[in-house]
């Protein structure tokens, strides 16, 4: 059968049967009869012929890329086929891929692979020799959105993925993420939407259109009404603190009470609370003495607070990730790890000779 790749309304799976989002036959042949490099050819490449002498159509809607520079070469054509909902396309390379994201703009749905990894102009492709087989390498997304369930989160995924942006999600679980500064150390599960940094302002923008039509319909008892306008100003100054409707809310409430602020304020209030929230801590001494002292011991602590001072990063609100301590304490961090490598190596050493000798 082969791998295929499909453009897809639906979210986020193409195989999803309970996604009503598809692109229907109509709508794929307007496309083609709109496109002059598309040919509809609803014939297989080997025509099978039905007892009363016709031709038997392969698929309704099926049509052939022109252009392909493959086009012949050892049987090969570039078939686009249409499946009720879907246009797909089996065992594409690179050539037709880029001929798929240019339709999936056009209809405004999205390229997604068998396994139901999604494609975009920005990635890179890599193809196996002996499958022939693309695979979309990995890019850089960033948590946008977090919501409790992942169907919570499909209502924003489909408005997403109908502008053509791409999105990644993932869940956490609860873990416990270790802080040496003892911080930031809490439990967390949440269902997360990531977008790449440079699609935030798109995808911010679509869910403040979300959010607009359910502002018409705001439940007076929301714990939003009872907030000062302080409360709510800075509920507008920390968005990452906060739901995009909470945030929406807020600001529709200062409106009503003739509190507005501008746009342009509001922006510059955002960014130096971001400016602020990248600047690493600075008193640190107390943790790292204790760390070089571990360290020397061969003690586990010291390896691990020197490994999270100098790896360590956050998430800011607007997506970018920092590191979460100076450069100072970084370089600190760095020899703690190095310094706890060498005596962990001596003290294992030393071991084993003894256990020889003995």
């Given at each position: 059968?082969?791998?295929?790749?499909?453009?897809?309304?639906?979210?986020?799976?193409?195989a999803d049967?309970?996604?009503?989002?598809t692109?229907t036959?109509?709508?794929?042949?307007?496309?083609?009869?709109?496109?002059?490099?598309?040919?509809?050819?609803?014939?297989?490449?080997?025509?099978?012929?039905?007892?009363?002498?016709?031709i038997?159509?392969?698929s309704?809607?099926?049509?052939?890329?022109?252009?392909?520079?493959?086009?012949?070469?050892?049987g090969?054509?570039?078939w686009?086929?249409?499946?009720?909902?879907?246009?797909?396309?089996k065992?594409?390379?690179?050539?037709?891929l880029?001929?798929?994201?240019?339709?999936?703009?056009?209809?405004?749905?999205?390229?997604?692979?068998?396994?139901?990894?999604?494609?975009?102009?920005?990635?890179?492709?890599?193809?196996?020799?002996?499958?022939?087989?693309?695979?979309?390498a990995?890019?850089?997304?960033?948590?946008?959105?977090?919501?409790?369930?992942?169907?919570?989160?499909?209502?924003?995924?489909?408005?997403?993925?109908?502008?053509g942006?791409?999105?990644?999600?993932?869940?956490?679980?609860?873990?416990?993420?270790?802080?040496?500064?003892?911080?930031?150390?809490?439990?967390?599960s949440?269902?997360?939407?990531?977008?790449?940094?440079?699609?935030?302002?798109?995808?911010?923008?679509?869910?403040?259109?979300m959010?607009?039509?359910?502002?018409?319909?705001?439940?007076?008892?929301?714990?939003?009404?009872?907030?000062?306008?302080?409360?709510?100003?800075?509920?507008?100054?920390?968005?990452?603190?906060?739901?995009?409707?909470?945030?929406?809310?807020?600001?529709?409430?200062?409106?009503?009470?003739?509190?507005?602020?501008?746009?342009?304020?509001?922006?510059?209030l955002?960014?130096?609370?971001?400016?602020?929230?990248?600047?690493?801590?600075?008193?640190?001494?107390?943790?790292?003495?204790?760390?070089?002292?571990?360290?020397?011991l061969?003690?586990?602590?010291?390896?691990?607070?020197?490994?999270?001072?100098?790896f360590?990063?956050?998430?800011?609100?607007?997506?970018?990730?920092?590191y979460?301590?100076?450069?100072?304490?970084?370089?600190?961090?760095?020899?703690?790890?190095?310094?706890?490598?060498?005596?962990?190596?001596?003290?294992?050493?030393?071991?084993?000779?003894?256990?020889?000798?003995g």
């Amino acid at each position: 059968m082969g791998y295929e790749v499909h453009i897809t309304r639906k979210v986020p799976r193409w195989a999803d049967e309970e996604d009503n989002a598809t692109i229907t036959l109509a709508e794929w042949l307007d496309y083609v009869a709109s496109d002059s490099e598309m040919r509809l050819d609803e014939y297989p490449e080997w025509p099978v012929y039905l007892a009363d002498g016709n031709i038997n159509p392969e698929s309704d809607g099926q049509s052939v890329w022109l252009p392909y520079s493959k086009n012949g070469v050892a049987g090969n054509y570039a078939w686009f086929c249409y499946f009720s909902d879907r246009v797909t396309v089996k065992n594409p390379d690179e050539e037709i891929l880029g001929k798929m994201l240019a339709i999936a703009r056009t209809l405004g749905a999205r390229v997604q692979g068998d396994d139901g990894e999604y494609f975009d102009e920005s990635s890179a492709y890599l193809a196996d020799a002996h499958q022939g087989t693309i695979f979309e390498a990995s890019t850089d997304f960033r948590d946008f959105q977090t919501f409790a369930s992942a169907e919570a989160a499909q209502p924003l995924l489909a408005a997403i993925a109908r502008q053509g942006i791409l999105a990644r999600t993932a869940f956490d679980n609860g873990q416990l993420a270790f802080d040496p500064s003892f911080a930031n150390n809490q439990l967390t599960s949440k269902y997360i939407v990531k977008v790449q940094l440079s699609d935030f302002e798109r995808a911010s923008q679509v869910l403040a259109a979300m959010n607009a039509h359910a502002l018409s319909q705001a439940d007076p008892t929301h714990y939003l009404f009872s907030f000062t306008d302080e409360e709510l100003f800075d509920l507008l100054v920390k968005p990452d603190e906060w739901s995009a409707y909470d945030v929406a809310l807020a600001g529709q409430l200062l409106r009503q009470r003739g509190r507005d602020i501008s746009p342009d304020t509001l922006r510059l209030l955002r960014q130096r609370r971001v400016a602020e929230l990248a600047a690493p801590p600075q008193d640190h001494q107390a943790l790292i003495v204790g760390s070089y002292l571990s360290a020397l011991l061969g003690g586990f602590f010291g390896l691990l607070v020197g490994y999270q001072l100098y790896f360590n990063r956050r998430l800011l609100p607007d997506g970018r990730r920092v590191y979460s301590y100076s450069a100072t304490d970084r370089v600190h961090g760095l020899r703690i790890l190095v310094l706890g490598i060498v005596v962990f190596v001596l003290v294992l050493g030393l071991q084993i000779i003894r256990a020889a000798d003995g």
